[in-house]
């Protein structure tokens, strides 16, 4: 079955700086990359999805990028503020008669610093 | 708000019980998925559901079993309890019908279990 690993599993950045979190997969038939964001004793919450023909997609601070032949796909967010602070998870899904569940990484505890 | 709801909020219970843990979906959506998640951990796929059938099963226990009924909500037993089972437990739905693209999932708010 699919596998998705998340790097790092946590991120300390200075307000104002960019937060950059990768993830791999390992089933090339995976064409739906959403990101997940988890603020503390709530639910995740969709910020951000990529499907696999395209290859970047960007919604105001947050973009993410898809390299479909190596198999990653990684989260950006500029000029980060307090309230970014929250653990993000990637997940990959196929589809398709398989269904579409989502297989999710480990998680990213990122910590934005005042 | 996503529009899925999930009861209770919060259960307490002891080792070797068991428990059911409700969903209902938002309107309209037909797949339903459960997933563990343990303290400071990942989200751990259990099951999914569409439109009443099973579609897809993760690392679920056998002591644990769930099931979508005719209007679409869906329960998770669980049984045997352990301390290690002791997490929250999410479900989320999600319209896209059978072999067509991934659309987004909606998560409920949770059910904490803890197992004592």
């Known amino acids: 079955g699919e596998n998705v690993e998340q790097h790092p599993s946590t991120l300390s950045v200075q307000e104002g700086d960019s937060a950059v979190i990768k993830c791999t997969y390992s089933?090339?038939?995976?064409?739906?990359f959403p990101w997940y964001k988890q603020e503390l004793g709530k639910r995740p919450q969709l910020i951000i999805d990529?499907?696999?023909?395209?290859g970047e997609k960007k919604d105001q601070r947050i973009a993410v990028t898809l390299n479909k032949t190596a198999k990653h796909f990684s989260l950006h967010i500029t000029e980060t503020q307090p309230e970014d602070s929250a653990v993000y998870f990637c997940?990959?899904?196929?589809?398709?008669?398989?269904?579409?569940?989502?297989?999710f990484g480990g998680g990213t505890r990122v910590l934005v610093k005042p | 708000d996503s529009g899925v709801t999930q009861t209770p909020k919060h259960l307490i219970t002891a080792t070797g019980q068991r428990v059911t843990l409700r969903c209902s979906p938002r309107?309209?959506?037909?797949?339903v998925y459960w997933y563990q998640q343990s303290l400071d951990q990942g989200l751990q796929f259990l099951i999914q559901y569409y439109n009443g059938e099973e579609r897809a099963k993760g690392n679920i226990l056998e002591r644990f079993s769930a099931q979508q009924f005719p209007d679409l909500h869906s329960e998770l037993n669980l049984s045997s309890l352990e301390l290690g089972d002791s997490a929250l437990y999410f479900c989320?739905?999600?319209?896209?019908?059978?072999?067509?693209?991934?659309?987004?999932?909606?998560f409920g708010q949770g059910t904490r279990l803890t197992v004592v």
């Open positions: 997940a990959a899904s196929t589809g398709g008669a398989a269904g579409n569940k989502l297989t």
């Open positions: 989320a739905s999600s319209v896209v019908p059978m072999g067509h693209s991934n659309t987004e999932a909606f």
């Open positions: 309107s309209g959506d037909l797949s």
């Open positions: 990529i499907r696999s023909n395209v």
């Open positions: 089933d090339s038939a995976s064409n739906y």
